[in-house]
């Protein structure tokens, strides 16, 4: 089995009760970093899956059944030059170069903060870009989207859980 990396954002739970940090633990999240940042509450996981997907759906079970809401999974799909750098392993000024069309053709377009100085891209379809010019795994792409469609999936009613469900059909449909 592979460990995954990933933060889940959660909230509902009263961080200064005595059993907070039990009740996760309890739940199975014994593979997690607690903290509680700008008021909600962070957990980092290092989790054993046969894929990312199984990773993933265990530990927001494992958060649900500690009686937390799951609020956004992290690594987000919204990043910076600077984060696409730190993902790609690439330096920042190469990033630069492919956003400007300087080094690289049809490099993907911010997607949000457009009129800024600090522009967003969708990371899913830069991690796209760059797998087909071979900078970065397949994996790395997979995580992209899985990540990408499950924090749009949390904006609807059920839309985790359903979101999950059809992930792991998908999955046994392709064994």
């Known amino acids: 089995m592979n460990k995954y990396h990933f933060t889940i954002i959660a909230s509902g739970l009263d961080p200064e009760a005595d059993d907070f940090e039990d009740r996760f633990f309890e739940a199975g999240c014994d593979d997690a970093t607690i903290s509680v940042q700008k ?3 962070i957990l980092e996981f290092t989790r054993k899956g046969r894929n990312f997907t ?7 079970k494992a958060v649900q059944a500690a009686g937390a809401r799951v609020e956004h999974i992290e690594p987000d ?3 910076s ?3 696409i750098a730190a993902r790609a392993h690439i330096s920042k000024a190469s990033v630069s170069l492919y956003a400007k069309g300087e080094r690289a053709e049809s490099f993907p377009a911010p997607v949000a903060r457009v009129t800024t100085e600090s522009p967003l891209w969708d990371w899913f379809e830069v ?8 900078s970065i795994s397949r994996h790395v792409v997979v995580e992209a989207k899985i990540v990408k469609e499950a924090n749009l999936a949390l904006k609807q009613p059920h839309g985790l859980d359903n979101f999950f469900a059809r992930k792991l059909r998908e999955e046994l449909v392709a064994q």
């Open 81 to 83: 030059l600077s984060d």
């Open 39 to 41: 008021g909600a509450t």
């Open 77 to 79: 799909h919204l990043v």
């Open 54 to 60: 199984h990773a993933l759906v265990s530990a927001v």
């Open 127 to 134: 991690a796209r870009w760059m797998f087909k010019r071979r």
